[in-house]
């Protein structure tokens, strides 16, 4: 079956309207979790706070996949919803199953970052911001397709500034899960970038 460029076109943008929608869906809905649990948090005297990150504790490692969700008050959750919302719409928009790969590798790198380097309890979507961050940077470097480009200097020009986030200048604030969130988006592009195939090699006869 053949297709004319209007039709092709006309089929790439109802896929990009999908995966828009799904990501927003994705994102919207993450959202809502997190606030709840912030809600349950503090009617219940921060009883959620403990699954939070605590370094060095080998029973508490499986909290690396709790951490990024709880907040330590609304105030927190306020601060990281917009960028969350923003950079995590994007970076899923780009297609739903490498986000979640991305995401995964974020929370792994980053937690297991704070629970090696940190020495307080921890929590926060910072890690998964600062991951977003990295992996939407990371696709433009790697994939360096026009758009990934675009989006990786948008993402620069906007939030470019919280990188001084990974610096060690606020003991309340975890730059560990900063740095080690920002790393696992970096490392989630790497791993996830399209493989090049290589041209057939031309041969000539004699």
Do not use: C
Request: proline share 5%.
């Amino acid at each position: 079956m053949s297709y004319t460029p209007d039709r092709q076109r006309s089929d790439g943008l109802v896929k990009a309207g999908t995966r828009a929608l799904s990501a927003a869906v994705l994102i919207g809905s993450v959202t809502v979790v997190m606030w709840i649990l912030e809600g349950v948090d503090v009617l219940d005297n921060g009883a959620l706070d403990q699954f939070g990150i605590q370094p060095h504790d080998v029973d508490d490692l499986p909290d690396i996949f709790t951490a990024p969700f709880m907040h330590a008050g609304f105030p927190h959750l306020m601060a990281n919803t917009i960028p969350f919302v923003i950079l995590g719409f994007i970076a899923a928009a780009r297609g739903i199953a490498k986000f979640l790969a991305a995401s995964l590798i974020i929370i792994v790198v980053g937690g297991l970052g704070v629970w090696f380097f940190s020495s307080a309890n921890t929590l926060g979507s910072s890690i998964l911001i600062f991951g977003f961050f990295g992996y939407l940077v990371g696709r433009g470097i790697f994939e360096r397709r026009v758009l990934d480009v675009v989006i990786a200097v948008l993402v620069v020009a906007v939030y470019g500034t919280m990188l001084v986030g990974v610096v060690p200048n606020d003991p309340t604030i975890s730059w560990q899960g900063h740095l080690f969130g920002l790393i696992g988006g970096v490392l989630g592009a790497w791993f996830l970038r399209r493989s090049r195939v290589e041209p057939p090699a031309v041969t000539r006869g004699i």
